[in-house]
């Protein structure tokens, strides 16, 4: 495999006395798409949220083993929590940009991180805009409330919004729920153009989603990751037989 | 009886309730300013009191009621907030926080005459601030804590949860999630608690009794030190403690504190409808 972006050893996750993942190894590529599946409450998106370590927000939480970005275990004493969640971006279920204008969602990371000048803000949004191809559509609404938008629109806005901190990693929990089917299969070719320059981790309940736009998908059920591989192989000849079940329908 | 009937029953009760909710208030006014409306003059509002408080103005009282308002809103805006902010976004549910919440109901339940002897004991006497609006407005000031730490803490419950998680999956880190994801859009409610404070600050007479309201004073007060004359307590006076004051007089000066509080939340509700429509979600 190529240049590894995420790994995992042995990481296990506790909310109070419920294991919600158990014993987890993976590894995920660079700039390619990562889908992460299986049955609600598998542990899928838990597994997402310890990449960027949202799940600290919620109290009880116990983590073990070791999660490992840029070279540093993200779980380590005194490791870089708000550096972290510069670097892994995350896009949520729900299009939920702040109640302000475009421009303003945008430059909301730039001005807590202070990556630039206020001068460079404009180049900044037009690139971060650019890169959903948002911009020919907002240029001259750069300052209209972004919850005008459409749900889309809005949603794009959102990955926009984590582009200017220069991710490199982008997280997506079920990005796609919230949206129409045209709607979805725009935000899937947005990712296949973002994984040129990002990590991408999906979270999907919708298969066809997963073996469209990913280049691997992972396996859960029941906290543990059954199966990870090449999105083909594991649409096609899954080694496990849980694995074959689940995406051929017969439960979950 | 037939549903429809009980309807209108219902309904015509409903309704006799609100109206009588409305009437007094209606009253209240009408009688002020109807008797009241005659003393009003450019001298009533801005000069000083002659011949005993019987003829001249109220502008000492009005100068004072002013000054204590606003000194109470600027010791219990800040510390009422922060204490919110606190509960809200920091404290999680331990014996703390428990205690804190409990304080607040029952700062909240105190009668005003009891602020007033707390004022006199803590401020006046201990930390010897003497009978000064400094006292008075401290004391005013914890008497609206409970009001404004309250609507504080609803206001920052009512900002979505997702502002605190979108902000601080950004990489901001918790209070700046706080500064500048939270607090802004609980601005419109942290300003209601702020007019409710400030209208009841402007007119409680007990607390300004023993902590800075003076009887008569011939100048205005020249610093935080000194001590003041103020509408609620000069309206006692005048109606209770110095005979041979006219009627009109005497409603004007309650049609002036009420103007004064009305004029002041009217400003605070124009901020806040501003900000309301700035922020929308």
Redesign the interface.
């Known amino acids: 495999m190529s240049e590894i972006s995420i790994e995992t050893r042995g990481l296990n996750l506790f909310y109070g006395d419920f294991q919600a993942l158990i014993g987890i190894d993976l590894q995920i590529p660079a700039r390619k798409v990562t889908a992460l599946i299986g049955p609600s409450g598998c542990g899928k998106s838990t597994l997402l949220r310890v990449f960027n370590r949202m799940n600290d927000l919620i109290d009880g939480v116990r983590v073990s083993g070791q999660v490992i970005i840029g070279g540093q275990d993200i779980f380590a004493p005194g490791a870089d929590l708000l550096g972290l969640r510069e670097k892994v971006g995350m896009v949520f279920q729900r299009p939920n940009p702040f109640p302000l204008s475009v421009y303003e969602n945008i430059v909301f990371g730039l001005a807590v991180h202070r990556l630039a000048r206020r001068q460079e803000y404009g180049g900044i949004v037009e690139q971060a805009l650019r890169s959903v191809l948002l911009w020919d559509d907002l240029k001259d609404r750069l300052h209209h409330s972004a919850l005008k938008l459409s749900l889309e629109q809005q949603q794009r806005l959102c990955i926009a919004r984590v582009l200017p901190l220069k991710p490199q990693i982008l997280l997506m929990d079920e990005p796609c729920s919230a949206l129409d089917p045209i709607a979805t299969l725009h935000i899937e070719e947005l990712m296949q153009k973002l994984k040129k320059k990002y990590t991408i981790v999906i979270v999907t309940h919708n298969m066809q989603q997963a073996a469209r736009a990913s280049d691997r998908t992972g396996f859960l059920y029941l906290g543990k990751l059954i199966e990870i591989n090449e999105t083909v192989n594991i649409f096609t000849k899954p080694a496990q037989a849980m694995t074959e079940n689940y995406i051929s329908g017969r439960f979950g | 009886m037939k549903p429809r009937l009980a309807q209108k029953i219902a309904f015509a009760f409903l309704l006799l309730a609100t109206l009588l909710v409305v009437l007094p208030v209606l009253v209240i006014l009408l009688i002020i300013v109807a008797k009241g409306a005659s003393a009003i003059s450019w001298d009533f509002l801005f000069s000083m009191p002659r011949d005993g408080m019987t003829a001249g103005g109220i502008f000492p009282a009005i100068l004072g009621t002013l000054y204590l308002v606003i000194g109470a809103i600027i010791f219990a805006v800040p510390l009422g907030v922060m204490a919110a902010v606190y509960l809200v976004e920091y404290s999680?549910d331990n014996w703390l926080s428990r205690l804190v919440k409990l304080s607040i109901v029952n700062l909240a339940g105190v009668p005003s005459v009891v602020y007033g002897l707390f004022g006199l004991g803590i401020f006046v006497t201990f930390f010897r601030f003497g009978a000064s609006i400094l006292s008075g407005s401290l004391t005013l000031g914890i008497m609206i804590l409970p009001v404004i730490i309250t609507s504080s803490r609803e206001a920052l419950e009512s900002v979505p949860r997702?502002?605190r998680?979108?902000?601080?999956?950004?990489?901001?880190?918790r209070w700046?999630t706080i500064r500048?994801?939270v607090l802004p859009?609980a601005l419109p409610g942290i300003l209601t608690g702020m007019i409710l404070g400030l209208g009841r600050a402007a007119g409680e007479t007990a607390p300004i009794l023993f902590t800075v309201a003076a009887f008569y004073l011939p100048r205005l007060p020249q610093s935080v030190f000194d001590q003041t004359m103020a509408l609620p307590y000069h309206l006692y006076v005048i109606s209770t403690q110095v005979p041979g004051i006219a009627e009109n007089v005497r409603y004007g000066t309650a049609l002036v504190l009420l103007s004064l509080v009305l004029l002041l939340n009217l400003a605070a509700i124009l901020i806040r409808s501003r900000f309301r429509r700035k922020?929308?979600?």
């Not at chain 2, 998680?165 to 880190?173: E, F, K, M, P």
């Open positions: 999680s997702h502002f998680t979108v902000s601080l999956s950004l990489g901001a880190s700046q500048h994801s859009h922020k929308k979600w």
